[in-house]
């Protein structure tokens, strides 16, 4: 507690020298609200801070004048107040959106806006809270407001929120370097981002990033990012172990990006492959194990599902009939319409490999 407070203080001071006289007790309220909601989420502790410090420079550059530059850093500190309304499973999910669960957390720039309207103190930052979610091009979310019909303060916010996800670690991603995270954040103007604030941020890029970015250190009870580009899973070799197989695997495919129908229909490939592979490892026998290595690779995922069983003798193995017109070559079809490539490995000293790979978008002719 005594280091919560300390730093709450520090914060408060820091913040303080920056507003005008009078504003300090709304300052110590809102640093209160980012407070309370940075202690449910760790990974975005610092979060508003650095997002305020961001669209407070872009705004300099903007030549917003002083009255606007307040409420800018205020909204900007406040951005993501509504995520004190998004449950806790939600907050924390490692992988990808259902999207009903995305539905659900897209809520949260409302729900900022009717936890503001309690104070109104805190009204004139309704439209940074409300509209920090908007794309330029109208696409985005809760109004889809378009060009300078966004308030032109969350258009700021919008771009400082994003590159501050991108250049700094979350439970689903390793940090992006400063040169790639610029990159993505340029590839989306006109697009995601208004040109003008795309400029704007250009000039104050390097020195924010040099002051708030590249000298952040994690605090000590930030959860350690887990890389899942690859992972291996091994269950004895007897189908009643494959439930327990499924499900961590499924943890792994909802981190990959893929469509839920996606991540369901190769649910059914590897299910498929791990049943053949368990006919292959001596059905049942103790001790027998098989293994799969999942990967999660830029362009595609690949799964290595190995037996320890009878090594196959591919050139005396017929080829399939394509599709199936007798019973018992209905896995392979299955596999073969799922998945985009199937190959096997046979150059292990005991037993085989199957692999299967997805392509991620098309598969490359
Ligand atoms: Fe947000
Ligand atoms: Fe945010």
């Known amino acids: 507690m005594k280091k919560k407070s300390g730093t709450s203080q520090k914060r408060v001071t820091k913040f303080l020298g920056e507003v005008g006289k009078g504003e300090e007790v ?9 407070q309370a909601l940075e202690e449910r989420d760790e990974y975005t502790r610092g979060h508003s801070e650095r997002v305020a410090l961001l669209s407070v420079a872009m705004g ?8 606007r530059l307040a409420t800018l850093r205020r909204g900007a500190l406040l951005h993501d107040i509504g995520k004190i309304g998004i449950r806790d499973e939600l907050l924390y999910k490692p992988g990808s959106f259902t999207p009903e669960e995305r539905a659900r957390m897209n809520q949260h720039p409302e729900k900022g806006h009717f936890i503001v309207l309690n104070s109104h103190l805190m009204w004139d930052l309704i439209p940074v809270i409300r509209n920090h979610h908007e794309n330029f091009d109208g696409s985005g979310y809760p109004d889809g407001f378009k060009g ?3 308030p032109l303060e969350a258009r700021v916010v919008s771009l400082a ?4 996800a991108l250049a700094t670690s979350r439970p689903y991603k390793q940090p992006f370097t400063k040169e790639k995270a610029v990159e993505f954040v340029v590839s989306m103007s006109g697009k995601k981002f208004d040109p003008a604030v795309v400029e704007a941020f250009l000039k104050v890029v390097d020195k924010f990033y040099a002051e708030s970015i590249q000298n952040f ?23 009643r172990h494959l439930g327990s197989l499924r499900e ?19 649910q059914v490939a590897l299910g498929e492959a791990c049943t053949n592979a368990i ?3 001596y059905l049942n026998e103790p001790g027998k194990k098989i293994r799969v290595t999942a990967q999660n690779i830029e362009d595609k995922v690949l799964f290595k599902i190995r037996d320890f069983g009878k090594k196959i003798e591919l050139d005396k193995l017929q080829p399939p009939e394509l599709p199936p017109t007798r019973p018992g070559g209905l896995g392979i079809y299955f596999m073969k319409t799922i998945m985009d490539e199937l190959e096997y490995n046979t150059s292990h000293a005991e037993g085989n490999e199957l692999i299967l790979v997805k392509y991620k978008k098309r598969r490359p002719s």
């Open 148 to 150: 300078e019909g966004i």
């Open 60 to 67: 300099r550059e903007l030549c917003l004048d002083d009255k």
């Open 161 to 164: 929120d994003y590159f501050d």
């Open 248 to 266: 961590q695997l499924q943890h792994f495919l909802e981190q990959t990006g893929l469509a839920p129908k996606t991540q369901e229909e190769i």
């Open 279 to 281: 006919r292959h490892s």
């Open 217 to 239: 250190k994690p605090p000590a009870d930030m959860p350690v990012f887990v890389s899942t580009t690859e992972q291996t899973f091994e269950i004895e070799s007897e189908p």
């Open 26 to 34: 709304l300052m110590e309220m809102m640093l209160t609200l980012v």
